[in-house]
């Protein structure tokens, strides 16, 4: 069964940080670009940032530029996005997604999707 998992998310205060993690499981997800993107309620899912399989990254959300990091470790079949400096406006299901193709912010263009990991800032 091809399935993606996050994991990382929770409660954190604004300024805090959160490293979330992607883990492939019945896949390999070299020849994969993966992508984060995040919803909050009410809003549409906005793409994040994305890595290629070859590891070049590019960032989404113009809000979250300079605050996003994001990496991938083959062996480990992970991908991570480090957040940092976490505001109240982050607050959102953070969702990763595997693509064959290339990075887009676009999301009904990747294969495959996680469940979500929660991730609230907030006092």
């Known amino acids: 069964q091809l399935q993606l998992v996050e994991s990382g998310g929770g409660l954190v205060q604004p300024g805090g940080s959160l490293r979330l993690s992607c883990t492939a499981s019945?896949?390999?997800?070299?020849?994969?670009?993966i992508g984060w993107f995040r919803q909050a309620p009410g809003n549409q899912r906005e793409g994040v940032s994305c890595?290629?399989?070859?590891?070049?990254?590019?960032n989404f959300a113009d809000s979250m530029e300079g605050r996003v990091t994001i990496s991938r470790d083959n062996a480990k079949n992970t991908v991570s996005l480090q957040i940092n400096n976490l505001k109240p406006a982050d607050t959102a299901v953070y969702y990763c997604?595997?693509?064959?193709?290339?990075?887009?912010?676009?999301?009904?263009?990747?294969?495959?999707w996680g469940q979500g990991t929660q991730v609230t800032v907030s006092s």
């Open positions: 019945g896949f390999a997800l070299d020849y994969y670009a």
């Open positions: 890595i290629m399989s070859g590891g070049g990254s590019t």
């Open positions: 997604a595997a693509v064959s193709g290339t990075c887009s912010r676009y999301h009904f263009v990747y294969e495959f």
